[in-house]
C-alpha cells in the first residue's frame, strides 16, 4: 500500500513505521489516518511480530501538530483521529516500540508515550508546554494516561511548568526504557526490536491486554484476564516451545498468535 506521510518497511520479524513530513514530521489528519491503516496492515501480516514507530531524520520524532493545517487542535476530528491513533497503539496486539531521536513535543509525545517500550537517542527532547499554546492536549495522554504511567506529581510538573526535557531528564521521570547514545542508536533499536520480534505473540497480547485494564478497568478484571492467558496458554505449543528450547539450551521458535 502507497502512504503519502509515512514509510513502512520490513526486515525480518521487525516492520517499521517512518512519520515522513520534514521539517519535523508534524501531524496532521492524513498522517494519523495513514498510521492507522498502516497498523491495520500490519496487524493482518502474520510476519510481523514487532512495529517499532519512528521520525525521518535527525530532527524530530514528531514535532506535534502541524499548526499550518487546515484542520488541528480544537477541530473534533482531528481529536478524534488522535485518540482512536493511541488507543490502537496501545491494544495492538503485537508490541510496538518507539525510537525516538530529535523534538518529541505534543501529538509526538503522545504518540511515542503510548508504544509499549520507548527508545530515546541522547539528541532527543520532550516537551508537554500545551498551556503555553492556548491548547486542552485532549488525545487521552496528558490529562488521562500520563498519571497512570509516571504519577500525578510528575505529570503535573511536566504539565505545568511546560519545560523542555533532554533524554536523562525524561528517563529519570519514567517516560522512557531506555537511552541510547546516538552513534548506537539505529543498531541498538534493530537489536531490540529483533528480540522482541522472536518473544510469544500469545504472551505479548496477554501482557498488553491484561495491563491496560489494571489501570482502565478494575484489578479485578485484570484478574480475570490473567486467569483467561495462563490456561489458554496452557494448552498452546508455544508454552511446549518455550520450555523444550529452555532445556535444549536453544532459542525458541513460537509460532501462536
Excluded at 513535543?105 to 500545551?130: E, H, N, W, Y
Aim: charged share 25%.
Amino acid at each position: 500500500m502507497g502512504y503519502e506521510t509515512i514509510q513502512v518497511s520490513h526486515d525480518g520479524g521487525v516492520s517499521t513505521i517512518t512519520l515522513d513530513r520534514p521539517p519535523v514530521n508534524a501531524v496532521t489528519m492524513l498522517l494519523l489516518e495513514e498510521v492507522l491503516a498502516a497498523l491495520d496492515e500490519l496487524e493482518a501480516r502474520p510476519e510481523t511480530r514487532c512495529v517499532v514507530l519512528t521520525g525521518a531524520g535527525d530532527r524530530a520524532f514528531c514535532a506535534g501538530a502541524d499548526l499550518k493545517a487546515p484542520a488541528g487542535p480544537g477541530n473534533n476530528r482531528f481529536r478524534m483521529l488522535g485518540r482512536a491513533t493511541l488507543d490502537r497503539i496501545e491494544l495492538f496486539p503485537k508490541p510496538v516500540i518507539s525510537a525516538i531521536r530529535g523534538w518529541c513535543i505534543g501529538g509526538g509525545f503522545a504518540l511515542g508515550m503510548v508504544c509499549d517500550v520507548r527508545l530515546a537517542s541522547t539528541t532527543a527532547k520532550f516537551r508537554t508546554g500545551d498551556a503555553y499554546l492556548g491548547v486542552v492536549p485532549s488525545w487521552g495522554m496528558s490529562l488521562t494516561r500520563l498519571a497512570h504511567y509516571i504519577g500525578r506529581n510528575r505529570s503535573l510538573d511536566l504539565l505545568v511548568l511546560g519545560e523542555d526535557l533532554d533524554a536523562a531528564q525524561a528517563m529519570e521521570f519514567g517516560l522512557l526504557s531506555k537511552v541510547i547514545a546516538e552513534e548506537n542508536f539505529d543498531a541498538e533499536v534493530a537489536r531490540i526490536a529483533g528480540r522482541v520480534a522472536g518473544g510469544s505473540p500469545a504472551i505479548f497480547r496477554a501482557v498488553k491486554e491484561t495491563v491496560y485494564a489494571q489501570y482502565r478497568a478494575t484489578p479485578d478484571a485484570a484478574q480475570r484476564l490473567e486467569t483467561h492467558w495462563a490456561d489458554t496458554v496452557s494448552k498452546s505449543e508455544d508454552m511446549k516451545e518455550g520450555m523444550a528450547a529452555f532445556r535444549e539450551r536453544r532459542a525458541p521458535v513460537f509460532r501462536d498468535r
